[in-house]
């Protein structure tokens, strides 16, 4: 899948079955720094794993449950559970 519609198609999926499982390859070595936390967009494979890209505004909407993380053939992924906040929760 292009990069582009990653988190549209995350959205709609959490928006539609209320939680998802979501995979993210990233590199354990990249350490986040501030060109990373103050990015205006979502993409992001540095070691934060996302969470800090951008300060988070990319998961506006959205709720992390559970997370983990394995090595597959040497390379790093982030498996999170995300479940969509209900409109009145949000702050």
Not at 10 to 33: D, F, M, P, Q, T
Not at 78 to 86: A, K, M
């Amino acid at each position: 899948m292009a990069t582009r519609h990653f988190i549209e198609l995350a959205g709609a999926l959490v928006k539609r079955h209320g939680r998802i499982l979501l995979g993210r390859e990233y590199n354990s070595s990249e350490r986040c720094n501030p060109s990373c936390m103050n990015a205006s967009g979502y993409e992001c494979t540095c070691s934060c794993m996302a969470r800090n890209h951008g300060r988070g505004g990319w998961m506006s909407g959205w709720r992390i449950t559970a997370e983990t993380t394995s090595v597959v053939h040497g390379r790093h992924w982030s498996w999170t559970v995300l479940e969509s906040i209900p409109s009145g929760s949000r702050g």
